[in-house]
């Protein structure tokens, strides 16, 4: 593209094991960012956002693949970028002036020219009469104002942003987001480019001209598209709620395909793609799903996934993961960004406790690949027990040896709580659960040879 700044080639990270296998943290990717845009990275939590961003501004380097500025590989021409930090990572002993300059003194800029651009982009954030203030004598939307201040006073072609609001209180962020905007709308500061990783799916399409997500297990781009809609933005058009609707069912639904909203329709989701043998499980507590589901019931039955998650005080990256387990197991469905619980999510709901165990058991077992494989091999061994091992053996062919053992783990939570099995750590091996007899007590694991 003629008008690229920083394009990514191909680039991909992976780390290499002590036997030799490969965890690829991001698969290879083509990326370009432009001038006159700003970009939002999205994604679920594991896919890589922090990873590509320290790849595209040089801080790591890719295991394959290149990173080019302006047609140049990085290593050869070090790009003109800065970073805001979702921790505002302040030099505690030097003042809002002196962090301010810090990068200048860096880059070996003069005293008296560094103290003036210092100032003025001071001024430019609002924060004039704050010089001498430290910052343990700030707020936290005051620290994050040095944070910006502190990268833009290098004047950057491309202002890189990772998480910068996250770390704020709902206002503070939002009424920084708004100053962000004004100042890059106004051409105030001196930056062609924006790219911001975000976990807020209505930030990136408050914010954004372009927004990308990422799918995981490896990092991938699910979906690279541009946000039609005029600035200043309302978030409460149908046009805004269709855009926030469809990231949500990208990031939620990572099976299937999903159209762009067409103005006045609802987003489109194409046929389901066919499971993966073994589908990744989504890391959630059985007490996680039963809360989200007494939440919906109390509710009335449905609730938008934006509205639900402000309600919570939640960020995407905790509530999805108990969203996407709770339409695995059936006992809710998502549909355009609205959760809505199902008939069977109900019974469970009013269930008690061992009833509950019941029904998240036959949910399972209907469901879910990896306890359905679990449970028939437990039934036809002669003592009702494998080693943990045998879990890890049929996994590590799909998914990389970190993730097995987070997979390990939720399905241990599951199946535990479902009564289809026990664990013997002693033994580290699975024990088969007779649910036809709770009399009888637990088989006997037999000593491994």
Not at 24 to 29: D, E, L
Not at 215 to 244: M, T, W
Not at 291 to 313: H, N, R
Request: charged residues 25%; hydrophobic residues 40%; proline residues 6%.
């Amino acid at each position: 593209m003629a008008n690229a700044i920083i394009q990514a080639l191909g680039v991909e990270k992976f780390y290499v094991q002590p036997d030799g296998n490969r965890i690829q943290v991001i698969a290879p990717t083509n990326l370009e960012v432009v001038s006159g845009k700003i970009v939002a990275l999205l994604g679920p939590s594991g896919s890589g956002k922090s990873t590509l961003l320290r790849m595209l501004t040089g801080l790591s380097t890719p295991s394959s693949g290149e990173v080019q500025w302006h047609g140049k590989p990085i290593s050869v021409q070090p790009p003109n970028v800065a970073i805001v930090f979702q921790s505002f990572a302040l030099f505690p002993w030097l003042n809002v002036l002196e962090n301010v300059e810090a990068p200048l003194e860096a880059r070996g800029v003069a005293a008296i020219e560094r103290r003036k651009r210092a100032l003025k982009m001071l001024d430019t954030v609002g924060l004039d009469g704050f010089e001498t203030a430290y910052p343990k004598e700030l707020s936290g939307g005051m620290k994050q104002r040095v944070g910006f201040a502190r990268a833009l006073v290098v004047e950057p072609e491309v202002l890189f942003m990772d998480e910068p609001f996250s770390a704020l209180d709902v206002l503070t962020a939002e009424n920084l987001r708004g100053e962000l905007l004004e100042l890059w709308l106004s051409k105030k500061i001196p930056t062609t480019s924006i790219f911001i990783v975000t976990h807020n799916i209505e930030e990136a399409v408050l914010l954004a001209d372009r927004v990308i997500v990422l799918g995981k297990n490896p990092g991938r781009i699910r979906a690279d598209f541009e946000i039609n809609l005029p600035q200043l933005r309302d978030r409460k058009s149908d046009r805004f709620v269709e855009y926030v609707d469809y990231i949500y069912n990208t990031m939620t639904q990572p099976d299937a395909e999903h159209a762009l909203p067409v103005h006045g329709q609802a987003a489109a989701t194409s046929a389901r793609a066919p499971r993966q043998k073994y589908q990744m499980l989504p890391h959630a507590r059985p007490g996680g799903i039963a809360g989200l589901l007494e939440i919906l019931a109390d509710g009335g039955g449905k609730d938008d996934l934006y509205s639900l998650a402000e309600k919570l005080a939640m960020d995407a990256d905790d509530l999805l993961p108990i969203v996407e387990s709770c339409t695995m197991l059936g006992f809710a469905t998502l549909k355009e960004g609205d959760v809505e619980i199902t008939p069977d999510g109900v019974a469970f709901v009013e269930a008690d406790i061992q009833t509950r165990k019941t029904l998240f058991r036959q949910a399972a077992l209907k469901h879910i690949t990896i306890l359905q494989c679990i449970d028939s091999v437990l039934k036809a061994k002669l003592d009702h027990s494998i080693p943990d091992e045998f879990f890890h053996d049929i996994l590590d062919e799909h998914f990389s040896q970190d993730e097995v053992e987070r997979q390990f783990e939720t399905a241990m939570n599951w199946g535990r709580y479902a009564e289809i099995f026990d664990h013997d750590p002693e033994n580290e091996r699975l024990v088969w659960t007779d649910p036809s007899s709770e009399a009888n007590p637990p088989p006997t694991v037999a000593a491994e040879k």
